[in-house]
T-cell receptor, first 112, second 113 residues
Framework: DVKVTQSSRYLVKRTGEKVFLECVQDMDHENMFWYRQDPGLGLRLIYFSYDVKMKEKGDIPEGYSVSREKKERFSLILESASTNQTSMYLC???????????FGDGTRLSIL | EDKVVQSPLSLVVHEGDTVTLNCSYEVTNFRSLLWYKQEKKAPTFLFMLTSSGIEKKSGRLSSILDKKELFSILNITATQTGDSAVYLCAGTNSGGSNYKLTFGKGTLLTVNP
């Protein structure tokens, strides 16, 4: 079974802090993704990566950056956290572009 | 801009009922449509549909895609309380960013005993 692990289930940070969310997958998947999920808005893609050191912006990249130094790990960085970044963050991975994405359990991030 | 619309947004049924969830899409260079079930944590994959008119089944769940009318349905027969969840539909494209899923907002299904 595919295992996508997100480092924290719950996280509380302060406005202006630099925040790192980590995601690791154990299936040697090429593609990795970061989404945020908000009530009434659904899942929205922030960034994705189709190879090590490669990244592409999704629909809502503003205020975020990503890092993929190793194939199995994809990090989401909030450069200077703001209250409107309070959300559920979901990481996903897939083998190729046309294979289903498999999701981690999510990190519920609160910015105070 | 790609768009996926699900209906209804929420649904309450009794155990044993049959439900149909709807998903319409407008996705540039459409490649496939996926269904996920989300309980309290990670969305879990149910089906991926790429061909029109071919039903996919898994137990009491089934799904079909109509590429001419740009929609898909997810059927659940003999519902159980364990089917209570948010059901998500997503479309993928085969353009330059061919790894991108566009999600609908989901249908919240509540199955009462």
């Amino acid at each position: 079974d595919v295992k996508v692990t997100q480092s924290s289930r719950y996280l509380v940070k302060r406005t202006g802090e630099k925040v790192f969310l980590e995601c690791v997958q154990d299936m040697d998947h090429e593609n990795m993704f970061w989404y945020r999920q908000d009530p009434g808005l659904g899942l929205r893609l922030i960034y994705f990566s189709y190879d090590v050191k490669m990244k592409e912006k999704g629909d809502i990249p503003e205020g975020y950056s990503v890092s993929r130094e190793k194939k199995e790990r994809f990090s989401l960085i909030l450069e200077s956290a703001s209250t409107n970044q309070t959300s559920m963050y979901l990481c996903a991975s897939s083998w190729t572009g046309n294979q289903p994405q498999h999701f981690g359990d999510g990190t519920r991030l609160s910015i105070l | 801009e790609d768009k996926v619309v699900q209906s209804p947004l929420s649904l309450v049924v009794h155990e044993g009922d049959t439900v149909t969830l709807n998903c319409s899409y407008e996705v540039t260079n459409f490649r496939s449509l996926l269904w996920y079930k989300q309980e309290k944590k990670a969305p879990t994959f149910l089906f991926m549909l790429t061909s029109s008119g071919i039903e996919k089944k898994s137990g009491r769940l089934s799904s079909i895609l109509d590429k001419k009318e740009l929609f898909s349905i997810l059927n659940i027969t003999a519902t159980q309380t364990g089917d209570s969840a948010v059901y998500l539909c997503a479309g993928t494209n085969s353009g330059g960013s061919n790894y991108k899923l566009t999600f609908g907002k989901g249908t919240l299904l509540t199955v009462n005993p």
